[in-house]
């Protein structure tokens, strides 16, 4: 579905789906920055970074499941079952996490994912209920 040709997301049903959007969008950022310009083995090597890229990854799923899904429906072609199958997995298969494939999908994914966020938190002002 084209991005446009969803409704905008001035409302949405759910109280908390502005906030989880921006949740959403601040882990993403934050995921970035984590990232910046390491490759995955200097990622691997750093405890720091990927426990806390671990929980970037965490956190967009929990968000990303917690969302009405009118609100998922209004953000177009996101790919939410991919979202928030990333997140099971470092939730629950922690031992296999494939470190290169996080800075992969921060490098390849997140950028897209992070422009449809600021596109529709702009559609839905700060007052509004969603």
């Excluded at 949740?23 to 691997?44: C, G, W």
């Excluded at 899904?69 to 079952?81: C, D, F, M, Q, V």
Aim: charged content about 25%.
């Amino acid at each position: 579905m084209p991005p446009d040709s969803t409704p905008p997301l001035t409302s949405v049903p759910d109280p908390n789906d502005r906030r989880r959007l921006v949740h959403m969008l601040q882990s993403s950022r934050d995921a970035q920055t984590i990232v910046a310009d390491l490759d995955a083995r200097s990622l691997e090597d750093d405890m720091l970074r990927s426990r806390a890229l671990v929980n970037c990854f965490t956190e967009i799923g929990e968000a990303a499941v917690r969302l009405s899904p009118e609100a998922r429906a209004r953000l177009g072609s996101i790919p939410w079952r991919d979202i928030i199958g990333m997140r099971n997995i470092v939730v629950h298969v922690y031992w296999g996490i494939d470190v290169a494939q996080l800075v992969a999908t921060v490098r390849n994914d997140l950028p897209a994912l992070i422009v449809a966020l600021e596109q529709a938190l702009a559609a839905c002002p700060p007052d509004s209920p969603g």
